[in-house]
């Protein structure tokens, strides 16, 4: 009996690992797929397409394994809210910004920055939210992980010659957009308790009502020429924003968010992988010592967590 029941915890424990390695795969391989798109589309253009099409596969999902889009009535308005809030800071404006800064920088380096997120999401937290104060266990954590931003950023190099900004602006955006998935993944742990999955699905909705006039006004309607770029952006809409999120509730349902945070580290790694071997990418020096700072400092403040 005993046997049994330990066969069947391991083959759930192997069935979120696998999971768990297929989200960070995912959201690897986005950088490379948003490096292909821009061959044919705008930066804007990318990220409204990616989330019109998330928005319409999370939708059906949710009619189908959920009760749907919350309804507009007064009592669930404020739910709509938070939608909007997620809606802007966890889509439409963080994938602006990243396909705004592929332009310039490699998929690699926006892919090494995401793993930036828990380092912001938890000194925001510690403003924002009550009972997450940072722990001088985490202050050291952010320490390492800060001396690793620095030399992925070129501080030193750049402190001595400003007139680099001009290229540096670009690696900026990426630091916005880690900022904002931050500020999005406290507006999702604040938000009414509803179901995960409509509640992505309203989030992905408001995305594209937020970022579809914009990209019409400043891009105009893409000219649909290049199939290689068209299937980047399918990629990018059914899977990394859309597929990603359905295995994300599973993986919070299933096994927590202490689990889930595990994905930080696999993702840079991911998007070095496809960045290297599909788009001929230099893999810099510097690149590998930020990361490891980073991942050292992860790892400082992943010990300073409880386990579940």
């Known amino acids: 009996m005993k046997e049994t029941a330990k066969l069947k915890i391991n083959k759930f424990s192997n069935f979120y690992w696998v999971l768990l390695i297929s989200l960070s795969i995912i959201w690897g391989s986005s950088f490379y797929a948003v490096s292909v798109a821009l061959n044919s589309f705008q930066p804007l253009q990318i990220a409204a397409g990616r989330i019109i099409i998330g928005a319409l596969t999370l939708i059906a999902f949710s009619y189908v ?29 963080p994938f602006s910004l990243l396909s705004w800064a592929q332009t310039e920088v490699s998929s690699s380096f926006a892919g090494i920055t995401m793993s930036m997120v828990p380092f912001v999401t938890l000194t925001l937290a510690h403003f924002l939210v009550s009972g997450e104060e940072i722990s001088y266990q985490k202050l050291v954590g952010l320490f390492v992980g800060f001396i690793g931003i620095l030399i992925l950023f070129d501080f030193f190099t750049f402190y001595r010659n400003w007139n680099n900004f001009d290229a540096f602006h670009f690696k900026l955006a990426c630091c916005g957009a880690v900022f904002c998935y931050s500020l999005g993944s406290i507006i999702t742990r604040q938000s009414p308790s509803e179901s995960r999955l409509t509640f992505s699905a309203s989030g992905l909705l408001a995305g594209s009502i937020i970022i579809i006039p914009i990209t019409l006004f ?4 893409p000219e649909l020429n290049n199939i290689k770029s068209i299937l980047a952006i399918t990629y990018l809409g059914l899977l990394p924003t859309g597929l990603a999120t359905l295995i994300l509730v599973n993986l919070i349902k299933g096994v927590g968010p202490t689990f889930l945070s595990l994905v930080n580290y696999l993702v840079p790694i991911w998007a070095i992988i496809f960045g290297v071997c599909f788009n001929s990418e230099t893999l810099e020096v510097s690149f590998i010592i930020a990361l490891v700072f980073i991942l050292l400092g992860l790892c400082v403040i992943q010990r300073s967590f409880p386990t579940y």
Not at 74 to 92: D, H, I, Q, V
Not at 218 to 221: A, R
């Open 65 to 93: 394994y959920s009760d749907g889009l919350p309804k507009f009535a007064r009592a669930e308005r404020k739910l709509w809210y938070y939608s909007f809030g997620m809606g802007a800071f966890t889509n439409a404006i």
């Open 218 to 221: 400043v891009d105009g309607i």
